[in-house]
Each structure stands twice: as structure tokens, then as C-alpha cells.
């Protein structure tokens, strides 16, 4: 594969962002329906604030870039927000 492609993991909370940070990859992202799991949800079915506590978890743990996408709870509209360190 030419060039360097970005990989984007999503890690779960704090801990595995520090691992993947460690590991050597250079950004990472979240994904709404990976963090509704482990609340025991379906995607779509996080509040906005569990969402930015989320999003703000993962950002504070490491120094690299970040990525979020949420899936909105009112119904098919997607929001989405992109924070960088």
C-alpha cells in the first residue's frame, strides 16, 4: 500500500486509549455504537452528555488526535463532532 495510511482504532475508555497510544498509532476515534455496547445499548441510545463524557474520556487520555461520531437518539439523524489535540 503506497504512502502511510491513518489507521483509526476505537478504543472502549482511558486505559485502552493509552495502550493503543503506546503501541505506536498516531490518532484515534470513537464510534457511537462501540461505546452503546458497553453501556448495554443499542446505537443510538446514549444521551449527548454520556456521549461528550465519553468523547472527552478518550481525548484526556492521550495527546493524539481524536475523532468522535455519535449517532443521534432522535431517531435517523446522525450528529457528529471532530476534536483534535
Do not use: C, K, Q
Request: charged share 20%; no cysteine; glycine share 10%.
Amino acid at each position: 500500500m503506497p504512502g502511510r495510511p491513518l489507521l483509526l482504532l476505537n478504543p472502549w475508555d482511558a486505559g485502552s486509549a493509552r495502550l493503543l497510544a503506546a503501541a505506536g498509532f498516531e490518532a484515534l476515534a470513537t464510534t457511537s455504537s462501540g461505546f452503546a455496547a458497553t453501556l448495554g445499548r443499542l446505537d443510538g441510545h446514549v444521551t449527548r452528555d454520556e456521549a461528550i463524557a465519553h468523547a472527552a474520556t478518550i481525548v484526556d487520555a492521550t495527546e493524539l488526535t481524536s475523532s468522535t461520531y455519535r449517532a443521534s437518539s432522535l431517531g435517523a439523524r446522525r450528529s457528529g463532532w471532530r476534536g483534535a489535540r
